[in-house]
């Protein structure tokens, strides 16, 4: 049978809400723990799942995709009610969403979509990655109020729908801008080590005084090339202008600190709707929208970033 036809026959077989939920397995395959927001995400799900009475199954990629497929295969194997996925690209997911399908486990997608019969999994809880984008790039055409700027982008890993969409969201908000210009772009793969390294070619291609701004599409790559840019001897924040995503602790305090610019956040709590909808699912056959979006916000100096960012760490960020 497949996921689609199995709908019906769950719904009636599963039976009352409370007894079933009580003993709900659910398999999470995390892409790693790349960056401060990857970490409270895990976090964030691991105490929906506690609080819950869930007991969760949790395997670390480390950003490999072929060990999120064979986590996928495990969990399908141990026969949990249903996976939780954040896909570390956006190809090659049909065969193991298949036999997950063919298994009538129900597959949730976590912050990131994928390029895949749509039937395959039961939503995608995610915020709109392109608005994120579009979101930094209408801020810096604000800020730049006509000026000239040269941009650097610090892209996120090669493939991920992040990547994808906040480079294209960026370049929608700027687009009409001739005063500017993005002049190098180039993958720091969500780290703060890669976003560092990166940087430094930057700095070393383009000069700093050529530079005006950087687009980091996370911010845990930012705060790495806020480290280059101070080791070059400039000023991160006034010489070079920087907008990123995701709104960590870190980078609330870079904005405190004056050496960062802005920030958009992206709740770390998907698994919040996504057992909501997986749970719904799994008691009564209840579909749940197709994409469940999550809030998006923007910060800058403008805000009281050292009060959010003891306000996150408290939380567990």
């Known amino acids: 049978m497949t996921f689609k036809t199995t709908l019906l026959a769950s719904a009636i077989a599963i039976g009352p809400v409370a007894a079933f939920a009580a003993d709900m397995t659910i398999g999470f395959s995390q892409i790693g723990s790349e960056s401060g927001w990857r970490a409270a995400e895990t976090t964030v799900t691991k105490q929906e799942a506690e609080k819950r009475g869930i007991d969760l199954k ?10 999120q497929i064979k986590a ?7 026969g949990v009610d249903g996976i939780l996925v954040a896909p ?9 969403l298949e036999e997950a399908a063919d298994a009538e486990i129900p597959v949730v997608l976590l912050d990131r979509t994928i390029d895949a019969d749509e039937s395959l999994y039961l939503t995608a809880v995610t915020s709109d990655l392109v608005h994120e984008g579009r979101v930094a790039g209408e801020w810096l055409v604000n800020e730049m ?5 040269r941009i650097v982008e ?30 190098r772009s180039q993958t720091g793969d969500f780290t703060r080590a890669q976003g560092k390294v990166v940087m430094e070619s930057f700095l070393k291609a383009e000069g700093g005084e050529n530079i005006c701004a950087l687009y980091a599409h996370n911010d845990d790559m930012a705060v790495g090339a806020i480290q280059a840019i101070k080791e070059a001897g400039l000023k991160p924040g006034e010489d070079i202008k920087i907008v990123a995503i995701d709104a960590v602790p870190d980078a609330h305090k870079a904005i405190a600190a004056g050496e960062m610019n802005a920030t958009i956040e992206l709740t770390p709590n998907m698994a919040g709707p ?38 996150k760490k408290d939380l567990g960020y």
């Open 58 to 67: 949790f395997a670390d990629a480390q950003q490999k995709q072929e060990n």
């Open 72 to 78: 996928i295969r495990s969990f399908i194997a141990q």
């Open 88 to 96: 570390v690209v956006a190809t090659g997911w049909d065969e193991v």
């Open 145 to 149: 109020n006509g000026a000239d700027c």
């Open 154 to 183: 610090l892209q996120g890993t090669t493939g991920s729908s992040p990547a994808i969409d906040r480079k294209n969201g960026f370049e929608q908000g700027i687009a009409g801008h001739g005063n500017l210009e993005i002049v």
């Open 274 to 311: 996504a057992l909501d909808a997986l749970e719904a699912y799994l008691a009564s056959g209840a579909m749940p929208a197709k994409w469940i979006q999550t809030e998006s916000k923007l910060f800058t100096s403008a805000d009281d970033n050292e009060a959010i960012f003891n306000m």
